[in-house]
């Protein structure tokens, strides 16, 4: 049974470039949180997607953005990138029944760490 | 605005000795409370969860974490620490609607074990 999945593991962009990171959820689970973890700190909610959705989202700009795809994989764009951009961005996975019901368990993939320079 | 806050950075713990980790949130009702560890170059992997019923509660790892209402708090425990224990724990609090679970972390607490 493979877990959460990201893609790439690393990568290293310059001011101003765009990003795109992947993400394949846990088999069964049709629901995908995305977290920027800055160095020493905790992870920091960005979005999550249902249904190809944005359902929630957290205190990031609008340079952040996402996507779901039928199969619940998803991707986080980040565009103008600034060197405070540089974090281990982490793709989480869920389940969400209908009316929003959910065990709260978040399973999380190994991250992909973006450095800008 | 919900919050979770781990007082404590850092904290060594002689192997063999207890544990207990701080963790205080704010949220407008009894949120879902969680604790989950990240071991370097891996992911987050959750240890335990509190939704209601039984304010002690049984992880994996042996791990426990009490929620106590009066105190906003659900620090977690371990009676005895293993090497293997050093790691980097967090808080969380998380709360659903029809719109989605969403679930905030605080900045967590490093573990360092000494021999």
């Known amino acids: 049974d493979a877990g959460v999945t990201q893609s790439p593991t690393h990568l290293i962009k310059t001011r101003g470039q765009q990003v795109t990171l992947r993400c394949s959820p846990k088999?069964?689970?049709?629901?995908v949180s995305w977290y920027q973890q800055a160095l020493g700190q905790g992870p920091q909610f960005i979005f999550q997607?249902?249904?190809?959705?944005?359902?929630q989202r957290g205190n990031f700009p609008d340079r952040f953005s996402g996507h779901q795809f039928p199969n619940y994989s998803s991707e986080l764009n980040v565009n103008a990138l600034l060197l405070g951009d540089s974090a281990l961005y982490l793709c989480?996975?869920?389940?969400?029944?209908?009316?929003?019901?959910?065990?709260?368990?978040?399973?999380f993939g190994e991250g992909s760490r973006l450095t800008v320079l | 605005a919900q919050s979770v806050t781990q007082p404590d950075i850092h904290i060594t713990v002689s192997e063999g000795a207890s544990l207990e980790l701080r963790c205080n949130y704010s949220?407008?009702?009894?949120?879902?409370l969680f604790w989950y560890v990240q071991s370097p170059g891996q992911g987050l992997q959750l240890l335990l969860k509190?939704?209601?019923?039984?304010?002690l509660v049984q992880g994996i790892k042996g791990f426990e974490a009490e929620f106590k209402r009066s105190q906003s708090s659900f620090n977690l425990r371990k009676p005895s620490v293993h090497w293997s224990d050093a790691a980097e724990y967090f808080c969380?609090?998380?709360?659903?609607?029809?719109?989605?679970?969403?679930?905030?972390f605080g900045a967590g607490t490093r573990l360092f074990v000494k021999a």
């Open positions: 989480a996975s869920s389940t969400l029944s209908g009316g929003g019901r959910s065990s709260g368990e978040l399973f």
């Open positions: 088999s069964g689970h049709d629901t």
């Open positions: 997607y249902y249904e190809e959705e944005e359902r």
């Open positions: 949220y407008g009702a009894t949120p879902y």
């Open positions: 509190y939704f209601s019923g039984d304010t």
């Open positions: 969380a609090v998380g709360r659903g609607n029809t719109g989605g679970f969403k679930t905030i």
